[in-house]
């Protein structure tokens, strides 16, 4: 399967938070809920196909349990794609610490990640997406087993908070495969990692 990361971001690289003020306090995080203002329809129409052609979900645990206590709960709205995506495909949890999870087909990887996800991604066909999940992208994403990147970015600086990326990691250079913008200010971006970048070194004197 191919293994897609699926991200909300501001300009300045912000994913906490996202949802809502009380979602996400971690490091005396106040500005939560950037999201649902800037959230327009051609972004929910985008974001909905991208959950209709998944195959399968990979969370870290921390997403995985506010998706569970929200999507996992809500009953179906009908005709919506998110909805049903999330609770009719497989989910796969990375956690230690989760034991016995209440969401229905959720398998919980706790062994060598490594492994189970390359088990995953070897298998024929299909798209495993990773939602969110930050600690764990940066890991996957460490480990080169990221193949796509949908980049939803908002145009909007939070000013602070955790960023998708860490000040210091892996350089990797990327392939841009589409790119568009809604008439709300928000671009979408979808990249293919492509290796170590190149850089332009000094000629020296």
């Known amino acids: 399967m191919k293994l897609t990361m699926v991200t909300n971001v501001t300009v300045d690289g912000v994913i906490q938070g996202l ?8 490091g005396g995080f106040e500005r939560g809920g950037w999201d649902p203002p800037l959230f327009d329809n051609e972004a929910s129409t ?5 959950y209709q052609r998944t195959d399968a979900f990979l969370f870290g645990r921390g997403t995985y349990e506010i998706f569970a206590g929200s999507w996992g709960t809500w009953d179906d709205p009908g005709e919506s794609p998110i909805w049903t995506a999330l609770n009719t495909k497989p989910k796969y949890v990375a956690s230690t610490t989760i034991t016995a999870p209440q969401w229905s087909d959720t398998t919980v990887l706790s062994g060598d990640l490594a492994s189970a996800i390359g088990e995953l991604k070897a298998r024929p066909a ?11 992208v940066r890991w996957l994403f460490d480990k080169q087993l990221v193949d796509e990147i949908i980049l ?3 145009p909007v600086v939070v000013g602070q908070g955790t960023r998708l990326f860490p000040d210091t990691g892996r350089d990797t250079a990327l392939d ?11 671009t ?3 990249y293919r990692p ?3 970048p190149q850089y332009a070194n000094p000629t020296a004197h």
């Open 194 to 196: 492509a290796g170590r």
């Open 152 to 154: 939803l970015t908002y």
């Open 19 to 26: 949802g809502g003020a009380a979602e996400d306090r971690r």
């Open 176 to 186: 841009l495969v589409d790119s568009r913008s809604t008439l709300g200010g928000m």
């Open 126 to 136: 299909g798209e495993l997406q990773v939602h969110g999940s930050c600690s764990l």
């Open 188 to 190: 979408i971006q979808v």
């Open 46 to 50: 985008y974001l909905g196909q991208v």
